[in-house]
């Protein structure tokens, strides 16, 4: 059974920063994010293979940064300048080597007031 355990998320006012991050029970090729506010569908924030290319949605490019330690099987999420329109909650996703089945983590909270 693969896990995806988060962490980090919370509370923070505007223009402040939080972080998260996924650690996964065994070797992944891509890792990454997804968010889903109240109402709306989830939607890709960040992705990032084991060769460290990403692909970031246009509302958080420039305040966002992916990033993966593969030695540890974790994805990073750092998340700048936070607007509240960033409120949602943040599910890790992964992808297994064989590129046929997506793992997704339990969703942690990120709330950022105005």
């Known amino acids: 059974q693969v896990q995806l355990v988060e962490s980090g998320g919370g509370l923070v006012q505007a223009g402040g920063s939080l972080s998260l991050s996924c650690t996964a029970s065994v070797r992944l090729t891509y890792m990454g994010w997804y968010r889903q506010a109240p109402g709306k569908q989830r939607d890709l924030v960040a992705r990032?293979?084991?060769?460290?290319?990403?692909n970031y949605a246009d509302s958080v490019k420039g305040r966002f940064t992916i990033s993966r330690d593969n030695g540890k099987n974790t994805v990073y999420l750092q998340m700048n300048s936070l607007k509240p329109e960033d409120t949602a909650v943040y599910y890790c996703?992964?992808?297994?080597?064989?590129?046929?089945?997506?793992?997704w983590g339990q969703g942690t909270q990120v709330t950022v007031s105005s």
């Open positions: 996703v992964a992808q297994s080597l064989s590129g046929s089945t997506t793992y």
């Open positions: 990032i293979n084991r060769g460290d290319s990403t």
